[in-house]
């Protein structure tokens, strides 16, 4: 079983849509968790923290379930430039700060 | 300014040649890795260090020698090139004791091919 599990996608979306991703870890000790963003043929940048609470950033929102080790990214009003690969990233416990990556959702949104 | 900077941005090379890419990072930061994407998009850390010191070394082929002269400076030597070596690898930096956010700051990629 890979240590994060994500839909490969694509999501074909409308612009405006609103749109989810999933994400499930399978490390229980696992601490930290992110979401990046990559766009073709570009280095993956941060898109957010994702905090127990849940925490939003605009048209974003994240959830964190570390009961059924879960997260989730929502898009609200999708863009045009929303077009990209999202990361679903996690942290190993203890020690550094080594990154663990999902293979990455690729989202599409169109005119 | 790039905060993280690789050289070559591609390499074209044989097999069995030896390669190396240089990765540089202005931020100030104490941390730097070395991490690998196949060709169906899989990040995979490889190495990273701290303080000029080896902190992660994953299942890495020998034949992959990260060196680290300063703290800005994180390099990866490979030896003896194999097909199976072609993708995009990815230098990123990050501030180790900064809590729980730990942002790591990747570089533009060094894309590999090996014929």
């Known amino acids: 079983r890979k240590e994060v599990e994500q839909d490969p996608g694509p999501f074909n979306v409308p612009e405006g849509a609103t749109v989810a991703f999933n994400c499930t870890y399978s490390n229980s000790a696992s601490q930290s968790f992110f979401w990046y963003r990559q766009d073709c043929r570009k280095e993956p940048k941060l898109l957010m923290s994702?905090?127990?609470s849940g925490n939003e950033d605009g048209r974003f929102t994240a959830q964190l379930n570390r009961a059924s080790q879960y997260i989730s990214l929502l898009i609200r009003d999708s863009k045009l430039s929303d077009s990209a690969t999202y990361l679903c990233?996690?942290?190993?416990?203890?020690?550094?700060?080594?990154?663990?990556f999902g293979a990455g959702t690729r989202l599409a949104v169109h005119p | 300014d790039t905060a993280v900077s690789q050289t070559p941005k591609y390499l074209v090379t044989q097999m069995g040649n030896d390669k190396s890419i240089k990765c540089e990072q202005n931020l100030g930061h104490d941390t730097m890795y070395w991490y690998k994407q196949d060709s169906k998009k899989f990040l995979k850390i490889m190495f990273s260090?701290?303080?000029?010191?080896?902190?992660i070394n994953e299942t890495v082929p020998n034949r992959f020698s990260p060196k680290s002269p300063d703290k800005a400076h994180l390099n990866l030597h490979i030896n003896s090139l194999e097909l199976g070596d072609s993708a995009v690898y990815f230098c990123?930096?990050?501030?180790?004791?900064?809590?729980?956010?730990?942002?790591?700051?990747f570089g533009p990629g060094t894309r590999l091919t090996v014929t």
């Open positions: 990123a930096s990050s501030q180790a004791d900064r809590g729980d956010r730990r942002e790591q700051y």
């Open positions: 994702v905090y127990s």
């Open positions: 260090y701290n303080n000029k010191e080896l902190i």
């Open positions: 990233v996690v942290t190993t416990s203890g020690g550094y700060n080594k990154l663990i």
